[in-house]
Structures are given as C-alpha cells and as structure tokens.
C-alpha cells in the first residue's frame, strides 16, 4: 500500500476484539517506533509495552484505552534528548510524537487498529508504572484488532479543512 493510502486508511478505533496482538507484530510495531527520526538522532523515546491483564486493569486508572488488549505508553526522556539552543526548547514531547505515529501507522499497516489517546492523567500513569521524574508520558496508543467498522478512507474529504484553509506560501 503506498502512503497516502496508508494514512487515508488509519482511523481511531474504540472497540476491539477480545483478541490477543502476536507477539510478531508488537516487536514489528516496536522496530517502526525504534527507528522513528528522532531531533539530532537522540531517541530520547522510551516505551512501555502494557499487555498483561494486571497491568491493563493499572492503566484503565488513568485512561480509558477502550478494553483494547495492548497499549503503549510512549514518553519522552527529559534527561537524554536534543535540547534547542536559540530557545532552550526540548524536543521530547516532538521525539515522542513522532514515535507515536510510527507506531499507529506501522500498526495500520499489519492490519491492527489503534487509538492515539492524550486524555490521560499523567501522575496517575507515572504512580502506576513507577515512571520516573525526567520520563513523561506523552501518548497512550491502544492498539488491538477492530471489533466494529472501521471508518472510510474517504471521510477526510469532508472531515478535513481544504489545502486552501491550511496552507500559506512564503508569508502568512
């Protein structure tokens, strides 16, 4: 499948299959995450893999991950990352991002669905998986197999601004 048709397809599912992911396809979502560009090459991601049953019933604490049967929590390391230096921003939460798209494309790609999820409390989270102070949470990925429709390809003609509402050249 080429990209645009990729990106077209992918879609934000809420129920999934009681319907464990293989272990083959987590470790290919997991490459496609590994090798996300990353600002200077830092990687500064760091991701938690939650699978088992214990450790779901810890996360639907602080997130509704919508009974899917394997989330990634996707952070940023404060402490190891390319830091700007015009204006001392941090480009964790950007390293983190993209990694988290990586992630749900890969997953579309093999034919899994997900759910990118940033309604979360955060110290709920970092409490539960003992997430360090320089480690932020920035993403919750839901990831399972679709137990409903998913939407079309073809909704962003109507669900998205136009190029025109979007896009400025050379100036604004």
Not at 17 to 37: H, T, Y
Not at 78 to 98: E, Q, W
Not at 101 to 121: K, M, N, P, Q, R
Not at 128 to 139: G, L, M
């Amino acid at each position: 499948m080429n990209f645009l048709s990729l990106a077209k397809q992918r879609c934000s599912v809420r129920n999934y299959q009681n319907r464990k992911v293989e272990d083959e396809k987590l470790s290919q979502i997991l490459e496609a995450a590994r090798i996300a560009p990353t600002a200077a090459n830092c990687q500064s991601q760091r991701l938690l893999v939650i699978k088992d049953s214990k450790a779901l019933e810890k996360l639907s604490k602080g997130v509704n991950f919508h009974e899917a049967p394997l989330a990634i929590i996707v952070c940023g390391d404060h402490s190891d990352v390319f830091v700007r230096p015009f204006d001392n921003k941090d480009m964790a939460t950007v390293d983190a991002t993209i990694v988290a798209d990586h992630i749900v494309l890969e997953a579309e790609d093999i034919g899994l669905s997900s759910c990118w999820l940033t309604y979360f409390e955060p110290e709920i989270i970092r409490t539960e998986f003992n997430i360090p102070k320089n480690i932020e949470p920035v993403a919750i990925i839901a990831i399972g197999y679709a137990a409903e429709e998913k939407a079309s390809p073809e909704r962003h003609s109507k669900a998205r601004k136009t190029l025109d509402e979007i896009v400025l050249y050379d100036h604004f």
